[in-house]
Nanobody, 119 residues
Framework: QVQLVESGGDLVQAGGSLRLSCAASGSGFRLNAMRWYRQAPGKERELVATITSGGLTNYAGSVTGRFTISRDNAENTVYLQMNSLTPEDTAVYYC?????????????WGQGTQVIVSS
């Protein structure tokens, strides 16, 4: 079993920055791809950014150039640096991880962290 705990969500003014963190804990696992999703009120959850175990990244078009996903494999932690925030970035941000346990893949979700961007 793997637990994901996000942190870093906050209320910020438009144009500001936030850094989200997601720490994975448990035993006997190896993290593979990790992702950040977000869900705004009344909208479906959307994929924001992906980082593979090797460090390759991919972003949604709406955040490209503003957000940066990174990971610390030694700490089993993934980050999302968010710059030039706009009110449209307001959402609950969720961490998602694909973890291998005895070579079997499992998907895990964090509880979410709220980001509110005021205009």
């Amino acid at each position: 079993q793997v637990q994901l705990v996000e942190s870093g969500g906050d209320l910020v003014q438009a144009g500001g920055s936030l850094r989200l963190s997601c720490a994975a804990s448990g035993s006997g696992f190896r993290l593979n791809a990790m992702r950040w999703y977000r869900q705004a009120p009344g909208k479906e959850r959307e994929l924001v950014a992906t980082i593979t175990s090797g460090g390759l990244t991919n972003y949604a078009g709406s955040v490209t150039g503003r957000f940066t996903i990174s990971r610390d494999n030694a700490e089993n932690t993934v980050y999302l640096q968010m710059n030039s925030l706009t009110p449209e970035d307001t959402a609950v941000y969720y961490c998602n991880a694909l973890a291998l346990i005895s070579s079997v893949p499992f998907q895990y979700w964090g509880q979410g962290t709220q980001v509110i961007v005021s205009s």
